[in-house]
């Protein structure tokens, strides 16, 4: 009786999955008893399985074929032994169909039957819930901190399924604590080993930003305003190239919104993160000026067949367009595509501010009285140069990983020179 119960209640779980429809259900209560008939009598070819869902069990039927003598006691029985079991109306010849009780599968395949309907509808919640996320990939998710880790934070969403943000999905600087409403995209959803579904989600993305726009600004979720383009650096600054194709509609005053209503929800969203929101255009010199706003270029050389372009400003701008360790000019890159240089025009010695020393100043050449110490290397300064910082300044405004790159100079070197000028500006 408390195998029948046991059954009767692994019934009544697999019913109220709201999320299973009525066809699956069906197939696999069918699948599950065949699977077990064909256990206990070592074929299930001569029963039916009949479901009723809706009263959440089933009936089974044993079809045996009247013989004179029996060789399968399966799927065989005699005249004699149905007249044993009261039933005189059958001759060789006929079928027999016999009801069977859940007793007949006994204890133990009442018990494989619990298990392996249990083990069915987990699988199936698992596939429900791998597909339902695969198909939000890319969309904005809310949910809920459960527990944070130095690795990652467990989220629960409203349905109580488990969400991970790994640290490298966070915002630099975030930290979260139990209870923390999170909102983030759905980067990833992995299923490893037939165990729950790992659904990974992301506040870094250039998407997650995107999303945030589309949730923020009605005309862009209406698709009166087009994004065309977003770069990160998550934390730091980011840049949203936008386009309308109303001419009745300004793009970047819709996206900031009357005195910035709109983007001040998402700049407090990523943690104060600087966002620039610039119109699109196709014209990459155009483009390129956009975003560099408010540096002044001078010119813009572009090569076709290089993956640089040079940008010349005046000595005052370049700080500008470069940004704070090198930020900016890194976003435009990103924006265009390619990797941008800026150039300073060199004026005349005459002309150059008062505070600040040409970098030829620093040379060994001319660090006879040893003004600036042991001075720099004529080689590294014109390496240096060659990327267009000719003063102390122009390398000093950018940050020493930036110059180690573009200079291809080891970082202990860049060390030493950043020391060499910072000594001359101490005072």
């Not at 009767?8 to 066809?23: L, P, T, V």
Request: charged content about 35%; some cysteine; aromatic content about 6%.
């Amino acid at each position: 009786m408390e195998a029948k119960t046991d059954l009767k209640d692994a019934f009544a779980e697999f019913k109220k999955q709201k999320n299973i429809d009525r066809n699956t259900m069906m197939g696999v209560l069918e699948d599950v008893f065949k699977t077990q008939l064909a256990k206990t009598y070592g074929s299930a070819d001569n029963f039916d399985v009949i479901v009723n869902v809706d009263r959440g069990d089933c009936e089974i039927y044993q079809t045996f074929e009247v013989v004179d003598e029996v060789e399968n006691p399966v799927t065989q029985i005699t005249v004699e032994q149905l007249k044993a079991m009261g039933e005189d109306d059958f001759e060789v010849g006929d079928e027999y169909v016999k009801k069977l009780s859940m007793a007949d599968f006994g204890r133990r395949g009442i018990l494989n039957l619990r298990q392996n309907l249990q083990g069915r509808i987990m699988d199936i919640e698992r596939a429900n819930l791998y597909n339902a996320y695969l198909a939000k990939k890319g969309q904005l998710v809310t949910g809920e901190a459960y527990q944070s880790w130095n690795k990652e934070v467990l989220i629960l969403d409203e349905d109580h399924n488990e969400l991970h943000l790994p640290k490298s999905e966070q915002i630099p600087g975030e930290h979260f604590k139990k209870g923390d409403v999170i909102r983030a995209i759905i980067k990833d959803v992995e299923m490893k080993n037939n165990s729950t579904p790992y659904i990974v989600l992301s506040r870094t993305s250039d998407e997650f930003l995107e999303r945030l726009f589309e949730q923020e600004v009605p005309e862009i979720y209406d698709g009166l305003i087009t994004i065309k383009k977003v770069v990160r650096i998550p934390g730091e600054r980011a840049k949203v190239a936008v386009e309308s194709y109303d001419e009745r509609i300004d793009p970047i005053g819709a996206c900031i919104g009357v005195k910035g209503a709109r983007i001040i929800g998402i700049v407090k969203e990523l943690r104060n993160e600087n966002i620039d929101v610039i119109q699109w255009t196709s014209n990459t010199q155009l483009l390129i000026q956009r975003a560099l706003n408010p540096a002044k270029i001078s010119s813009i050389v572009m090569d076709p067949e290089e993956d640089k372009i040079k940008v010349y400003m005046h000595p005052d701008e370049v700080k500008k367009g470069i940004g704070k360790g090198g930020c900016n000019i890194r976003l435009a890159g990103m924006l265009v595509g390619k990797e941008i240089e800026v150039w300073r025009d060199v004026p005349a010695r005459g002309d150059e501010e008062e505070d600040d020393v040409l970098l030829s100043e620093f040379s060994n050449d001319n660090a006879d009285n040893e003004e600036y110490g042991n001075g720099i290397d004529q080689w590294i300064i014109e390496r240096l140069q060659a990327i267009g910082c000719d003063t102390a300044k122009s390398v000093l405004a950018q940050s020493p990983e930036d110059i180690a790159r573009r200079a291809d100079l080891e970082d202990e070197t860049v060390a030493e020179v950043f020391d060499i000028l910072r000594a001359e500006f101490e005072d």
